[in-house]
């Protein structure tokens, strides 16, 4: 079959030797242009092909423009600045009161609403946005004295105040406020990073104003503006479709239509819509939308003229014009979230930290109770005398003080948002923080190839031409059957489009005349695109898809079939993506032209990500939409392991039960996979135990990454997959998932050691404090106390920001391994603060040098070895940072210069036995004393370090609560892969009964037939 105006193109131009335009040529071309390029194409004139040809002509790699931000939002009124604590004036109806006029949904197409009307009824409705109102930071402030640690030490301040102690008073009341701004201020520092950059993933939508197409910010839509709803696209709000892009003559049908429903009214609910029987729809169909996050239907939902296209769904075909009926607040989705709102996802972080402050209440309970036991034996009284600290609501106020962690819920969250802002460093945009926690965990990551594993460089090499066809008219027809939106091109689209630089002629066949009367994407049953056009008086079918699709179509000879058969199998052992190109004239046989080859390298980094990735304990499973013979030549190329499986044996290989989830987990990867399969790999490798990554970048992706434990939004992501998505990457490649891994695994780290560290120090002064007091008759006076527990805030402020090191295997919550641990280090900080209380009963008065104070002693060893204690929690691996060491340092001079000068010691108490030491009735310890003190907690310090080192090498603690990764139940798996070829059926009999039994389930191809 010969191209049109066969003699304006030569009779074979060979694919290694393209001829290029002039520089002029070229010049001129993108002059007669410019600024046509994104304009709406003019189909009567053909306009839709010169615009395509000047694209090819004017296409260069360089930085992207950005595109222009239409207007900011309406004036709204300002609260008057000594109102701090009110959140400001809502515009009316922001809370969803309002009712849209009729007449607000009547602009037209070509001119949509102007920029004052824009304003106008932006005040009256809001942005277009589900976010919650700016956060009153006042407000924000005041929830960091909530929680019931923080409760207890607010009891505390009563009791404080209770007994007149001002300074104890004081001095908590300090901490809750220490606590509180810097969990405030780093919180706050922190969201503000991640904020900056989720600017650069907010939802756009294009709309008509002023007789412009406009692309802006989704939040600055308005009821009545008119938006434009396209393949790959986010419906930005809930939207009544009017016509399809390319036929905006329909207009005056839809008003006709809109006319009869007013006489008609009726609704629509998103759950019954695919129920209405087909007569009820108008026209054709106009999009194709994904409502699975909705109604939880899989398959897309026709729409069609008057259909209500529903927020957030995703647009998987067509193209169309849309008025917005409702902003984000009052769509269906807005109103479904409003119902929900109150209930917040504390997700598992929350509830280990919940755990863990419950049992160290309980437990500071318990040790009240000895104390008081202690106390009865001794004759305390209850709250007298009131200026000693031996009576027993002074032991309630000392052990609730000690016992109870009061930065533990404040350091634990402000190291999640300032390990937020890191990975925000390294462009992972973490949208919810809990997030962290599962990327920390994941031990299987089921990758995209295109993009990820890939450079995501498409390009097309050697292609294969049938004989006696010509490459510049087999070139030409494959683009014809690709998608003409030139702002936003499918990857293949774009690079078969731009592959014409190459091919002058074929531009020149182009631009002859050709009209697209219809144009049909690809869709994963037919495997093929087709666009029906015509040029010159003949009509033409143009299709390129798959090879086996595309040869289905043709009725070549068998030789001409087994060559090309031939070469797709040769394309794809050499790792190259094949696609077959055929075209139809007027009623003539489809004529098989040739094959495209393309190929994307992997990515430079990707083979040393792979190795290191499988050395942190991750597994990487790659999951490809390509061919079975093209991914395992890349799995070759990656390192990645050959045992690579073709997708149809999970659903149609005959396979149920343990032998299709054994399949799963022990494959490389999986070829020819479609969304749906995606689903069921992250599924049964959940229920094998595996805590799953699951990485993409389409509409059709959105339901595995909500079914995996993170999902993953990669570098170039579709609207509706970053929704779904936990983590959204704005860099491309494997490494810098793999980066993002070891970060989340570094703040895991960190939050571990602070919790260990925290623990022990609870047991070390509960342990301690309860045995002198029952022992001895003697405990730390509540003054020293509270400013043991501000010192151990001071000194852990800057844990958020240490260097920590990561695992090289998946972590999790170990609590029984945490709990041994940090009783074990808590008892020993005990048994060296005895030892140094035992040792001035000596008669040369042990540890002290020419003079001292058992309460500035004690005081000071305390606060030195619970210090460094933090040391040792955090591991070797690393050096700590210069903030920690600093905040340590800071803190360990201010405790010396209290023992030195005897600050807060009271007076002295009588103890049985008595002390022999030379104790100084000021309260004062020489400055020898206090450097005997510092060798004696650095030796107890080295101690704890190697019985902590020591208990780390030990398997069965080192295992000690962790989950099996890998764990099956054969019987159930098998019991449920039964079930699930089982069917209930109904039959009737020749007199009218009817009756149920069980069946075999029909399969797919039989439910086709």
Known sequence: MAPPDENAVENHLRFDEPKHEGEGERKQSGVDHKGSIYAKPDLENGEEYANLVAYISSYYEGPRRKSVVSMEGGDQPKKPWWKFWQRGPKPAG??????????????DIKQGISIQEVESRRKKTGFNELTTEKENMFLKFLSYFTGPILYVMEIAVLIAAGLQEWIDFGVIIAILLLN??????????????????????????????????EDIKARELVPGDI???????????????????????????????????????????????????????????????????????SLAVDKFMGDTAYYTTGCKRGKAFAVVTAPAKTSFVGRTATLVQGAKDQGHFKAIMNSIGTALLVIVVAWILLAWIGGFFHHLKVATPESSSENLLHYVLILLVVGVPVGLPVVTTTTLAVGAAYLAKDKAIVQKLTAIESLAGVDVLCSDKTGTLTANQLSIREPYVAEDVDVNWMMAVAVLASSHNIKSLDPIDKVTILTLKRYPKAREILEQGWKTQKYTPFDPVSKRITCECSCDGHNYVAAKGAPKAILNLTNCSQET??????????????????????????????????????????????AQTIAEAQFLGLQVKMLTGDAIAIAKETCKMLALGTKVYNSDRLIHGGLSGTTQHDLVERADGFAEVFPEHKYQVVEMIQQRGHLTAMTGDGVNDAPSL?????????????????????IVFLAPGLSTIVSAIKIARQIFQRMKAYIQYRIALCFHLEIYLVTSMIIINETITVELIVFLALFADLATIA???DNAHYEARPVEWQLPKIWV??????????????????SLFLPNGGVIQNFGNVQEIIFLEVSLTENWLIFVTRGGNTWPSWQLVAAIFGVDVLSTLFCVFGWLSGPGYATDPRDRANLNPNGRTSIVTAVVIWIYSIGVTI????????????????????????????????ILGHLSKVAIEHERDDKGGSRWHLGTRATEAEMDE
């Open 821 to 838: 641990i940090s009783v074990t280090l808590g008892i020993l900080l005990a048994l060296a603060t005895w030892i140094i209380r035992g």
């Open 94 to 107: 922001a809370d969803g009161a309002m009712e849209i006029p009729d007449d607000w949904l009547e602009a």
């Open 706 to 726: 909500k079914k995996s434990d993170c999902g993953i939004a990669v570098e170039g992501a579709s609207e509706a997959a970053q929704a779904a998505a936990d």
């Open 227 to 297: 938006v434009l709803i396209e393949e790959g696209s986010v419906v930005p709000a809930d939207c009544r479709l009017i016509c399809a892009y390319d036929n905006p003559e329909a207009f005056e049908e839809y008003k006709e239509l809109m006319r009869q429903e007013l006489n008609e009214p009726s609704e629509k609910k998103p759950e019954d819509e695919d129920e209405d029987p087909e007569d009820n729809h108008h026209g054709v169909s106009l999009i194709a939308a994904d409502q699975s996050a909705i109604t939880g239907e």
């Open 799 to 801: 844990v958020a920001y």
């Open 561 to 606: 079939a087994d060559l090309f058969k031939s070469k797709a199998a040769e394309f794809a052992r050499r790792g190259f993506r094949s696609l077959g190109v055929a075209v139809k004239k007027d009623n003539e046989e489809w004529e098989l032209l040739g094959m495209l080859s393309m190929f994307d390298p992997p990515r430079e980094d990707t």
């Open 943 to 974: 101690v704890i370090a190697i019985v902590y080192y020591l208990m780390n090498k030990i398997d069965w603690l080192d295992n000690l609560g962790r989950k099996s990764r890998s764990r099956s139940d054969t019987q159930m798996e098998n």
């Open 180 to 213: 509180a701004t810097v969990g405030w201020y780093q919180e706050k520092q922190a969201a503000d990073v991640v904020a900056s950059l989720k600017g650069d993933i907010a939802m756009r939508a294009t709309v008509v104003r002023g007789g412009r197409e």
